[in-house]
């Protein structure tokens, strides 16, 4: 199956918050301490642009949009970035996309001249755990310090 990746634009922002609440309530990620709770959820296109030195990409599919994925400066950081909002609709899980839009982000971060990329999720994403240690993440003890997704109980670390 074909599908397009491309910066989010505004009239993405409704679909994009509503594929990251309801994926994120499918693995319990909901309320305080969670990404989809995070302000910029209701309008990521403002969040994510290009002279921050962050990017928030999203994917379609036959022209409807499936999920998407961001990067930004940890805690504005010049050095570490964060992988930020990776979330797929069911049906486009398994297509590669997730890898994709990661290696995509993960090259901006590079671009921009971070030198480590952070994330945090949750165990019951297994897939996407799986998919960050595959991409060379290595797991953390605990978080770094400042994150503010205290819900997760994944923290994962990548030199680029």
């Known amino acids: 199956m074909n599908y397009i990746i491309q910066e989010i634009k505004s009239q993405h922002d409704i679909k994009v918050c509503d594929i990251i609440t309801r994926v994120g309530g499918e693995y319990g990620a909901i309320g305080e301490g969670f990404g989809p709770s995070d302000a910029e959820v209701n309008a990521m296109s403002e969040h994510y642009k290009n002279e921050t030195a962050s990017r928030y990409l999203v994917a379609t599919i036959e022209g409807c949009l499936v999920g998407g994925s961001g990067i930004a400066s940890f805690n504005n ?52 755990v799986a998919l960050y240690k595959k991409l060379g993440f290595q797991f953390l003890d605990n978080p770094l310090p400042g994150t503010i997704h205290n819900g997760c109980d994944v923290w994962m670390l990548k030199e680029l």
């Open 77 to 128: 950081s010049d050095e570490i970035c964060e992988l930020r909002k990776l979330f797929l609709l069911p049906e486009s899980r398994g297509l590669g996309i997730g890898k994709k839009l990661t290696e995509d982000c993960l090259e901006y971060a590079k671009s921009k001249g971070y030198k480590h990329c952070y994330l945090d999720t949750l165990s019951s994403m297994k897939s996407a």
